[in-house]
């Protein structure tokens, strides 16, 4: 797949520079003086050939132009689907459940970046779809846990995420703040922990 992927990459090189020279040498023929064609013994050459020369311009001309088009027009579309993302992680987050919160809360108590969760899990499931959560690959089947994968919290909802929304403390939790997290936290991860200890 690699090897296909550098052809293909080296062909487009290939082309690009074969039209920067199309463009280039039909644009010094047609717009050179005269007497230096005459100079070069290419004016007969360039009277002869002059409207294959004039159609190369026009091609490779409109070949640039189309790709500096298709350049705008992709880097529009990123923009406006990397703004529904945020837009959407805006919405999202003021509206998390008590399980996603919790399931989001298990990055910052257990101090990761990444996280193995189960795939078949709604708040999972949820956080994926709202762009939240990425999931990272390293999947896994257990027989009773289903299957796993592992997750990160997306580079866009980081900034959304505090410990404000996440109903954190502030500073060290006290007693009584630790009972309450820990019997929030998310069902499944004592599970995820034995299935882990199982496989290995």
């Known amino acids: 797949m690699k090897i296909r992927s550098i052809k293909l990459l080296n062909s ?15 644009t010094s023929l047609l717009f050179v003086p005269k007497h230096l064609l005459a100079v070069l013994s290419l004016d007969q050459l360039v009277n002869q050939y002059s409207q294959f020369i004039g159609l190369g311009l026009i091609i490779g001309v409109a070949y640039f132009l189309s790709q500096i088009i298709a350049f705008v027009v992709d880097e529009s579309i990123i923009y406006l689907r990397q703004k529904r993302t945020v837009e959407t992680i805006e ?7 008590p399980a996603e919160r919790a399931l989001l809360r298990e990055f910052f108590l257990q101090g990761q970046t990444i996280l193995t969760l189960p795939q078949n899990e709604l708040a999972v499931k949820n956080l994926v779809q ?19 994968a592992e997750y990160k919290i997306s580079m866009q909802a980081r900034n959304y995420l505090n ?3 996440l109903r954190l403390p502030a500073g060290e939790p006290s007693a009584e703040e630790m009972s309450y ?7 499944f991860i004592n599970g995820l922990v034995q299935s882990r200890k199982h496989a290995v």
Not at 16 to 23: C, D, G, L, N, R
Not at 91 to 97: C, Q, R, S
Not at 181 to 187: G, N, S
């Open 163 to 165: 410990r404000d929304v």
């Open 130 to 148: 709202t762009s939240i959560l990425e999931m990272l690959g390293n999947e896994r089947h257990y027989a009773i846990q289903g299957p796993t």
């Open 91 to 97: 919405a999202k987050v003021k509206l998390l459940d």
């Open 12 to 26: 487009k090189h290939l082309f690009v520079s074969a039209m920067s020279w199309i463009v280039v040498t039909c």
């Open 181 to 187: 997290l820990i019997k929030t936290r998310p069902h």
